[in-house]
């Protein structure tokens, strides 16, 4: 699970110009907190969501998608 986890966050944390996605930078953001570097690559955030995954993978999840919508005032 953790494997799969860790590559959908990779996946996530890409876009096409081969930087740090926004959802990649909300999980990093989820995880490190509001310190986190907006321009982290893309291995820092893979090795950050490896290390702080202490959750199940669809709390973490839920917990990203209710931060995100709470960070751009969504209900």
């Given at each position: ?37 907006p ?10 969501s ?26």
């Amino acid at each position: 699970m953790a494997k799969i986890l860790k590559a959908t966050i990779l996946m996530l944390s890409e876009a096409p110009d081969g930087q740090p996605g926004v959802a990649g930078k909300a999980v990093a953001r989820y995880i490190l907190g509001d310190d986190a570097d907006p321009g982290m690559s893309q291995v820092k955030i893979k090795e950050v969501s490896a290390a702080g995954l202490d959750k199940p993978a669809d709390q973490l999840f839920a917990d990203v998608v209710a931060q995100l919508k709470a960070d751009e005032g969504i209900a």
